[in-house]
C-alpha cells in the first residue's frame, strides 16, 4: 500500500503530474479540486461572485483567503489519508490543498509526498493557455492576472514551506521530471 501525495501552485503541474503516474500505475487518483474549490478559476465565464473576488481583493487578500480555504480542508485531507493507509489501498492525490506543513505530518513509509513549483514565466504561460488569455476582453484579462498574482505568491510561500518542512520538491517543467519522480518514489 502506498499514497503519494503531490502538492503545488496553481498550475504548477500537478494534474499532468498524477495523470502520467496514474497511467504508469493503474492506482485511483483523486484531486483536492473535486472535493472544494476555492472560489475557483475567473475562466471561461466567471459568475459574479467570482468576479468580484478577483476584481476587488488584492493578490496578498485572496492568497490568505485561499491558505484558509485549505486550512479548512485538512480534516477532510486527513480523514482520506488516514482511511486510505487502514484500508491498506493504494491512492495518487494531487492538489494546492495538500500543504508543504501538512505534509510534513503525513509522510510516513507508506505516504509518499512531493511539491512541484514552476518558474513564474511557466505558471503564468500556463495560466494564459488555459484561459486563452489573449482572446478574452481587458476586464477579464485583469480578473486572470489577478488569479495569476495570487497564484505566484503561492508558488513562492509554499515551496519556501516545502524546503522548511524538508518536504521533496521538483520543478514540473518537463516530462522528464514525471518519470524521475516516479522512478524516486519507487527506488
Not at 87 to 97: D, I, P, T
Request: aromatic content about 6%.
Amino acid at each position: 500500500m502506498t499514497v503519494i501525495l503531490i502538492g503545488g501552485s496553481s498550475h504548477a503541474g500537478k494534474s499532468s503530474l498524477a495523470k502520467h503516474m496514474t497511467d504508469k500505475r493503474g492506482w485511483p487518483l483523486q484531486s483536492t479540486d473535486a472535493l472544494a474549490r476555492h472560489p475557483g478559476r475567473p475562466w471561461p465565464e466567471p459568475r459574479a461572485e467570482i468576479a468580484e473576488f478577483y476584481s476587488r481583493l488584492s493578490p496578498g487578500t485572496t492568497h490568505w483567503l485561499l491558505l484558509a480555504h485549505h486550512e479548512n480542508m485538512r480534516p477532510m485531507l486527513d480523514e482520506l489519508i488516514g482511511e486510505t493507509v487502514l484500508r491498506n489501498k493504494n491512492l495518487l492525490l494531487e492538489g494546492s490543498a495538500l500543504r508543504p506543513e501538512y505534509m510534513a505530518d503525513w509522510a510516513s513509509a507508506t505516504v509518499h509526498c512531493v511539491f512541484l513549483h514552476a518558474d513564474p514565466a511557466h505558471i503564468i504561460e500556463r495560466i494564459h493557455a488555459g484561459s486563452r488569455y489573449h482572446e478574452q476582453s481587458p476586464s477579464q484579462r485583469a480578473l486572470i492576472d489577478a488569479f495569476a498574482a495570487r497564484s505566484l505568491l503561492d508558488n513562492d510561500a509554499a515551496l519556501e514551506s516545502a524546503r522548511a518542512h524538508g518536504i521533496r520538491t521538483s520543478s514540473a517543467a518537463t516530462e522528464d521530471t514525471a518519470a524521475g519522480l516516479l522512478a524516486g518514489l519507487f527506488d
